[in-house]
């Protein structure tokens, strides 16, 4: 026997890693799924139901924060628009979602 002959015989030999190769190339990527699941999107909804909770929750006389920063109590809310009062004589129209932050009631 020469060396082509041992090396062809080699090669025509069953390894025995199908199925066993697959699971090693795809392991991966469904280990890296569950990092983006857990860590990413699982949190983030979790906090878009949050605040869908706070803004539903949202009624007359609560103090807010808009998201550009204004602070003001809630003088009326009709459907998707909060009326806000942020000083004396000063209402703005703003729309729900742009509402941030809630404090709590005007007193």
Same mark, same amino acid.
């Given at each position: 026997?020469?060396?082509t002959e041992i090396l062809l015989a080699q090669q025509q030999q069953p390894t025995g890693g199908g199925a066993g190769g697959l699971l090693s190339l795809i392991l991966p990527f469904i280990i890296l799924l569950? %990092?983006?699941y857990f860590f990413i999107i699982l949190p983030q909804s979790k906090e878009k139901k949050?605040?869908?909770k706070m803004l539903?929750?949202?009624k007359e006389g609560d103090t807010i924060t808009?998201?550009?920063g204004l602070i003001g109590v809630i003088k009326k809310i009709d459907g998707d628009v909060v009326t806000?009062? %942020?000083s004396e004589g000063t209402t703005l129209r703003i729309e729900k979602w742009?509402?941030?932050r809630l404090h709590g009631e005007q007193q």
């Open positions: 026997m020469n060396l569950a %990092v983006f949050k605040r869908q539903d929750s949202l808009t998201a550009g806000l009062k %942020v742009a509402v941030s």
